[in-house]
């Protein structure tokens, strides 16, 4: 028990992390500060949780960014900070996933601004916790629309409007709801599943033109609005994060230090693959109906 806990306590000090969407207070550099040197990353959901922390790791290596939502505001206010933090420009932009004109107005703005975009994270996503029974035809339909076409949406533009012509990387962000059928959760993991099959696709059909296309899928991460509905907090007191491998939920941290790995020329002859990020978490974590239908019931009665 004591090396797993020194592992733990290593893993902590060489991923520090903040549980708001807020910067690092301190920063370790587990790559070379430059390795994203001249490059502009285009972020959707880049306003908070995982998308907030893989903006400022990229700035902290010299990227520029974009980061997009439908919310401006929130978007507005997360560039201030990663700005301030890393005195790299980040451009705040709004636009709906779902909806390609407004993602093909950002992107124009973003080459305004930029000359170039090098690479594309998809990390929009919406998700909650509902058993397919009481799952309404308009929620499935949204989850799919925001998750699977959304990505599919981002990269066919950024393909046409520059990665054709000047090469790229893209990075989506899935889970692996889908490797064992997770409770209540049918929705996500189908539109996840859907985009892991998708990177394949894209990443043989686009590899000539010099494409990139991976997936990463995270487990239980802290400071997350998914951790927070999706029942990690209620994890974290009842202690069944004892049962993952690594015995802890992992942090927005180490989810950005992934992405930077297969965004950079670390990882320039990766392509068509998932990255699956979750300390182990799939292959021992309980997928039991009655504690997950309890939780999802306390969760409506509080809504």
Known sequence: MSQCMLSASAA???????????CLTSYTYLFSPDILKDKVAFITGGGSGIGFRIAEIFMRHGCRTIIAS????RVTEAAKKLTACT????VPLSLDVRHPQTISTAVEEALRQFGKVNILINNAA????CPASALSFNAFKTVID????????????LYEKYFKDHGGVIVNITATLSYRGQ????????AKAAIDAMT?????????????VNSLAPGPISGTEGYRRLGGLSAEAKKSFECIPLQRAGNKTEIAHSVLYLASPAASYVTGTTLVVDGGSWLTSANHMSPML???TSQAKKD
Do not use: M
């Open 12 to 22: 902590s000090h060489l991923n520090e992390d903040v549980e708001t969407d807020d």
């Open 70 to 73: 439908r919310n401006l505001d």
């Open 87 to 90: 005195g790299q420009k980040c």
């Open 126 to 129: 919406g998700n909650f916790l």
């Open 146 to 157: 925001i998750d699977t076409l959304g990505t599919f949406n981002a990269s066919k533009i």
């Open 183 to 190: 409770a209540l959760q049918v929705h996500a993991g189908s």
């Open 200 to 212: 394949k696709h894209l990443a043989v059909e686009w590899g000539p033109h010099n494409i990139r």
């Open 294 to 296: 309890d939780h999802w």
